[in-house]
């Protein structure tokens, strides 16, 4: 009886909102606090943002656009892109964030993963994990938005990541991003299949059917959009209703 | 009109800009202090926390707080703790051995079951939206700070433990995470708790913050 979490997904270059195609060829979208405050009406169960260039400058540049958010915000938000050490986690859940989403720094240092969960908590620490497929059944994990290859094995290190102290996997399928054609489903079912922990589908979401693909065979705890909100294809409340059509539990939420 | 004020206690555990962003945009003028004065002085308290039980109190207990809040409690100053700040009032928890609470309601603080009534494993901790349902000894929310929620509206919870309280009448709503009824509002008087972040759970958690200022 769990719910499923529609959540939108805001990848962040310096000030704009952006979106690209396999986490490349970023193009600009708006402005994020719009587009922030829109779904948060629409009725979105949490945000997550992502610094999309902060791996390359070493450093998280969400601050302000965090701390603009936490005054009109109110649900959960996740932030990552360019976390390298708690400290960086403590500035950006101070700012407003509620978790942060790791990917790059934990690769480099998995005892960071420990460290994050000690100091704030597992549900704090997600685990963000980019992956490519190189085989049947098999995907390697990548960083630095896609670009670099890291040589391990997503569900080796979904589970060496989960021992570790991760709370939550944000799994973005590098192959499925930006083209919305649904969502790596043999992926997201391979990780589910592994882990306890909640798993956020993320990459592919193209129509409100994906969903229900992701989450019945994927199982899924929660999914993450983008492309599909940002084009304005369809609404979150409309999302929310062809998920309850189906049968898939989500939050009861009307539009005020 | 002259806004409601509210007083955020700071005692080290957890990000309080949510709480007190919450609250001003519902309204309110926020203090955020650890000051026993301040807080004796105030007409509204809320009691905010995240993360264990034995190191809350500790804190409390360093800052020479506990007598504070028991008697701005126990005075009639409206109180309301939120998540880890509404399992601290109660009796004792059982996290990590047992710890003393502020004792303002009677009962216990124990586990989320990791099992569920029908044997299945419960993921733990207790993350996400859920409905809210009015508790067994009640028929409606009506004089509660649940007044203008409808049953069956959602909110957000993120916890491994659970408050027990022993007096059904002190429940005031609950959730169901497995088939177990967890408290989400339990109160008595000025005081209230919710389980569930009302900061971070959408509209209905502003109309439950709108509800304690008024």
């Known amino acids: 009886m769990r719910k499923i979490r529609l959540i939108a997904r805001l990848d962040i270059k310096g000030p704009n909102l952006i979106k690209g195609v396999h986490l490349e060829g970023l193009r600009v979208i708006g402005s994020p606090s719009e587009y922030a405050q829109r779904y948060y009406r629409q009725g979105a169960d949490e945000l997550i943002y992502m610094d999309c260039v902060a791996s390359l400058y070493g450093r998280n540049n969400l601050s302000h656009i965090i701390e603009s958010a936490a005054q009109d915000v109110f649900v959960p938000i996740t932030v990552g892109g360019g976390i390298r050490s708690v400290d960086d986690a403590t500035h950006l859940l101070r700012c407003g964030a509620d978790k942060v989403a790791v990917n ?119 999914v993450a959009m983008a492309d599909i909100l940002h084009y304005q294809c369809t609404t979150i409340g409309e999302i929310r209703r062809v998920a309850e059509l189906s049968g898939i539990e989500v939050r009861h939420y009307e539009i005020p | 009109m002259k806004s409601p004020e509210v007083t955020v206690i700071d005692y080290g555990v957890g990000n309080l800009l949510s709480v007190k962003r919450g609250l001003e945009y519902c309204g309110a003028e926020v203090y955020i202090t650890d000051r026993p004065g301040s807080i004796l002085a105030s007409s509204k308290v809320v009691l905010p926390g995240v993360g264990a039980f034995a190191n809350a109190m500790a804190e409390l207990e360093r800052l020479q707080l506990i007598e504070v809040i028991q008697e701005v409690a126990q005075r009639g100053t409206p109180f309301l703790g939120i998540c880890l700040g509404m399992q601290l009032l109660l009796d004792e928890s059982e996290e990590f051995g047992l710890t003393q609470g502020l004792g303002l309601i009677s009962g216990q603080v124990i586990p989320v079951p990791h099992i569920s009534t029908t044997g299945q494993p419960q993921k733990i901790p207790h993350i996400g939206w859920n409905n809210l349902v009015v508790s067994g ?59 569930f972040h009302p900061e971070k759970s959408g509209e209905v958690g502003l109309k439950i913050l709108r509800q304690f200022l008024t």
């Open chain 2, 137 to 195: 000894n009640r028929l409606n929310w009506q004089n509660t700070i649940l007044e203008t929620v409808k049953p069956g509206e959602s909110t957000y919870f993120v916890h491994s433990f659970m408050a027990n309280p022993l007096d059904m009448n002190h429940r005031i709503a609950d959730c169901i995470y497995g088939g177990v009824s967890i408290s989400a509002v339990i109160g008595r008087d000025n005081i209230v708790g919710c389980q």
């Open chain 1, 104 to 222: 790059t720094a934990v690769v480099a240092n998995p005892n960071l993963i420990t460290d994050i969960a000690r100091r704030f908590g597992s549900q704090c620490m997600v685990l963000s994990i980019e992956a490519k497929q190189i085989a049947h059944e098999r995907w390697e994990v990548y960083t630095d938005n896609g670009r670099e290859r890291t040589g391990l094995d997503v569900i080796a290190w979904v589970k060496k990541a989960v021992s570790l102290g991760a709370g939550e996997i944000l799994l973005t399928s590098v192959d499925k991003e930006g083209t919305r054609k649904g969502f790596d489903i043999s992926l997201v079912k391979a990780v589910t299949q592994e882990v306890s922990v909640p798993v956020i589908a993320s990459g592919g979401m193209g129509k409100p059917e994906h969903l229900i693909e992701v989450v019945s065979e994927g199982a899924a705890d929660a």
